[in-house]
């Protein structure tokens, strides 16, 4: 649906360097990188409101890289939301169906469509300058969706809001995205909105996309130490769940809280505790396993494990492993403590 | 607490100004109370109602052209980069550094005939003297105005016309509009260039000073004191309605 293709571009202190990627239709595609990586540039190269040094951006087919954002038809949230201050949240909603010219009746349903699935209803009377972030936040999704963009751009959606918050609008961004069916380009630095609402993930590095594919894939296969370094090495374990057990490639796995349906959960890999024999602790994920290899990074050890057909990752300090005498193919006990899994 | 002495310190300085700007509109109206009769005289001489009409007319005419104008060239200065945008900055800023009777000699010496002793020629010598204040005021204020909120307007499919119309004048208004009242107060209050450009038709301000000429302060005083209130009036009428918009709650 969206396309694009050799996007380069020097603009202040970024420089985007050759990108390429597809966001399909029906998909949240999530580009993650640090701060400075140059992820608002390219969110508005493809909006038209920056023009590209190099490269295309094709939308359904259509070569649009030489049209203004008006003709794009995508629709943009910024990251400071700039939601319109001299309008009142209704207005700032209707804005995209005046500029088309909606009948006036059609544009009062739809504002109290999308605003009762958004919960905002009770705030349309209100100016922006009196909302909180959370409030601010959805009636920007709003005023983005009103006009059934055929993609939506996301700017750091939830960077701007408290702890609490953001993860309760991550939840509900699931929701909407069930209940609306839009496509949304979602670039953050958090790989809480990555996990949570990617399906496919693109990791950007210094101006490169590096990396491109499902979240498990780009979590648990990193394509260079780079990409490696900047995800944690974090153990992203996808599977579903029933109550407080999750079952993830025939390997039966305890949650710190009941979930239902597929889920993804995180592990860090300084939590997982090996030992060569079955040990008694207080951990309730028990697993026997098998070293794949391992990796000597100084004074670690990163070890690669099979649990089943789970692939697991590992720190160890390079004493305990020479201690241990953990080396390829050896047969080893698994377990991490169950408040250690971190649900997505 | 010793900021606070500082503080005040400051502040007795700061009220000799404040006493030196009021002081002289006191005792102007004061010292009118006292001649009573001259004052409703002046009232009732044609030629002051005839010259305070015109003031008014040409400061407003003067500013509105100033808008038309002016609000463009500081939305361009305000959101472009462009070379030699310095020096058109420091042109708009020039009116205010030359003596108001060489800028009567520059446009006599411009456009001669066409603005000699015409209501022309008064709007010309106003327009040079007030139009910065719009001009600047307006770049603030667009300045003011985040492009993050003009380029989600542009992706939701407004033309950039209509993005300036709908989105950017109406959050850059308050300042935008107490431009205009400077400008239309800075307007009102010109005199040397109009002197020299329009003696003819006459304006409140060229009145005042030949009935001071040829009458002396008693037959000049009252005119002052309408022209005075006057402006004073709808300036502060102005910036009270422009004051209230901008601080409605939102």
Redesign the interface.
């Known amino acids: 649906m969206l396309r694009a293709e050799g996007i380069s571009k020097d603009w202040k202190e970024f420089h985007l360097r050759d990108i390429t990627f597809e966001v399909k239709e029906g998909e949240h595609f999530i580009i993650l990188g640090p701060s400075g990586a140059g992820k608002t540039v390219l969110l508005?190269i493809i909006?038209?409101?920056i023009e590209p040094d190099k490269g295309r951006v094709y939308l359904n087919g259509r070569d649009v890289t030489d049209l203004?954002?008006?003709k794009?038809?995508?629709?943009?949230?910024?990251q400071?939301y700039?939601?319109?201050?001299?309008m009142s949240v209704f207005d700032n909603i209707a804005?995209?169906l005046k500029?088309?010219k909606v009948p006036k009746p059609e544009i009062e349903r739809k504002v109290r469509e999308i605003s009762k699935v958004l919960g905002i209803e009770h705030l349309l009377h209100r100016?922006?300058?009196?909302l909180s972030g959370g409030e601010q936040q959805r009636v920007a999704l709003a005023?983005?969706l009103a006009?059934e963009p055929p993609l939506i751009?996301l700017d750091e959606p939830f960077a701007n809001l408290d702890v609490q918050t953001r993860s309760r609008l991550i939840g509900e961004m699931k929701r909407w995205r069930e209940e609306l069916g839009f496509t949304a380009l979602h670039v953050t630095h958090s790989f809480e909105e990555a996990v949570s609402l990617g399906d496919r993930v693109g990791v950007m590095l210094n101006g490169r996309l590096v990396q491109v594919g499902s979240v498990k894939e780009v979590f648990s296969k990193p394509a260079s130490e780079e990409v490696a370094r900047f995800l944690g090495f974090e153990n992203i374990i996808e599977g579903t769940a029933e109550g407080r057990k999750l079952k993830a490639n025939g390997v039966e796995i305890e949650l710190p809280v009941e979930a239902k349906g597929r889920v993804r959960v995180g592990l860090r890999p300084e939590d997982i505790i090996l030992s060569l024999e079955p040990i008694r602790t207080s951990a309730r994920n028990k697993f026997k396993a098998t070293v794949e290899s391992v990796e000597e990074l100084g004074p670690l050890v990163r070890v690669h494990l099979r649990v089943g057909n789970l692939h697991l990752r590992a720190f160890i300090t390079r004493s305990s492993m020479l201690e241990m005498g953990i080396t390829k193919g050896r047969e080893v006990y698994v377990s991490f403590k169950v408040s250690a899994l971190h649900v997505f | 607490m010793r900021r606070d002495y500082t503080l005040y310190f400051f502040a007795s300085l700061g009220s000799f100004l404040i006493a030196y700007i009021a002081l002289p509109l006191v005792v102007l109206f004061v010292k009118q109370l006292s001649d009573w009769e001259m004052l409703v005289k002046t009232i009732h001489d044609p030629y002051v109602t005839e010259a305070l009409r015109n003031s008014l007319l040409t400061a407003t005419a003067t500013t509105l052209i100033a808008i038309a104008f002016g609000v463009p060239l500081g939305y361009v200065l305000a959101r472009k980069d462009f070379p030699g945008k310095s020096l058109v900055q420091a042109l708009v800023d020039v009116p205010i550094v030359i003596p108001h009777s060489v800028v009567g000699i520059m446009l006599l010496v411009t456009f001669s005939n066409a603005i000699l002793d015409s209501y022309k020629g008064i709007i010309a010598a106003m327009l040079f003297v007030s139009a910065p204040f719009t001009i600047n005021a307006a770049r603030d204020g667009f300045l003011a105005v985040d492009e993050k909120v003009e380029a989600v307007a542009r992706t939701l499919g407004a033309s950039p016309l209509r993005v300036f119309f709908s989105v950017s004048l109406p959050i850059a208004f308050p300042s935008v509009a107490s431009g205009a009242i400077m400008t239309w107060a800075r307007a009102i209050s010109e005199v040397g260039a109009i002197l020299i450009v329009a003696y003819y038709p006459k304006t409140a301000q060229v009145l005042i000073l030949e009935y001071f000429n040829n009458y002396g302060l008693r037959a000049s005083r009252p005119i002052a004191v309408l022209m005075v209130t006057i402006s004073l009036t709808i300036f502060v009428l102005l910036r009270w309605i422009v004051g209230r918009k901008a601080n409605a709650p939102r």
């Open positions: 508005e909006a038209g409101i203004p954002p008006e794009r038809g995508l629709a943009y949230v910024p400071n700039a939601l319109f201050p001299n804005f995209g500029v088309r100016k922006p300058r009196t005023r983005a006009v751009l």
